[in-house]
């Protein structure tokens, strides 16, 4: 009954990809970022789309959005177009982006260094959200 019980893990060598399981990677192919397809599956969760320019300004600005950001996007859009907004300013803590309501479309992101001095025009409302 005094005998120790020595459980070894098995030795496990390199694992090939299974065929037709995508394999993760940082940069695809066409230069696409993990980050870039991360957002795009976040969007089409939260039934909230990003233009090219929009995920272009994401990008550059490096505006992350977790899915925390994503669920208080999709709750401004809702609110807004509940009042009948067609293209909004959205500010959060630290970024402003404007949306399409009709299309659920983010249309450009701005960081929070680039709000100094900038005119948003051809909106209709604005959407302040607290975290």
């Known amino acids: 009954m005094n005998e120790k019980l020595v459980i070894r893990p098995p030795q496990i060598g390199p694992v090939a990809p299974s065929p037709g399981k995508p394999v993760v990677k940082t940069e695809t192919e066409n230069g696409t970022r993990f980050e870039t397809i991360f957002q795009q599956q976040l969007a089409e969760q939260s039934g909230i789309k990003f233009s090219a320019h929009a995920m272009k300004r994401l990008e550059t600005r490096q505006i992350a959005l977790g899915s925390q950001e994503m669920a208080l996007l999709k709750d401004a859009v809702n609110k807004a177009e509940a009042k009948g907004a067609k293209e909004s300013l959205i500010l959060m803590d630290q970024m402003a982006l404007v949306v399409s309501i009709k299309n659920r479309t983010v249309i450009t ?23």
């Open 109 to 131: 992101a701005v960081d929070e260094s680039s709000l100094k001095d900038n005119v948003f025009t051809n909106i209709d409302s604005a959407v302040i959200v607290k975290q």
